[in-house]
């Protein structure tokens, strides 16, 4: 596949994100299209590409939730070389691979983001935060699997 296209998806998915995918929450929760657009580029691209588009990536998550504190970019970059080094190991040839390891990233993505913010102070029940993870993490792999299939990656 060729790699402007992938690219492009980082951007298109962070515009998406705070924009069209509002309209599809279920139960309060919406996908992680960036974060599927980081798995994305860092399986197809190469490692300056994919670790420069990721931060890039976590820095627009960042601006548009309002973080005072760049967690999203460091997480990002973080994700994509985890991605990158296990490819190079492990064949992440099907899709439903693929989406197993986006489920698995956005399960990790959202432990650190909640230890972070009981760091900051910000505390919510531990019953409706396991639900609202495994949710999130959930509804963004199932999603994944759409983005796979109509990007005809294979």
Known sequence: MRKNPLLATIFVAAVLQVTAVNHFKIFGIKPD??????????????????????????ALKDIYGASAFPINSILS????LLVINLARRVS?????TRAVLVFIIAILNAFLMMIFFWYLGTY??????????FLDSLYT????????KILKIK
């Open 33 to 58: 299209l960036i974060l599927i657009g980081i798995v994305l580029v860092s399986l197809f691209c190469d490692l300056k590409l994919a670790l420069a588009s990721s931060i890039i990536a976590g």
């Open 77 to 80: 970059g973080l994700w994509s």
């Open 92 to 96: 992440i040839d099907i899709n439903l």
């Open 124 to 133: 919510i029940a531990f019953g409706i935060l396991m639900r609202i993870i």
């Open 141 to 148: 792999a199932l999603l994944s699997l759409l983005v796979f």
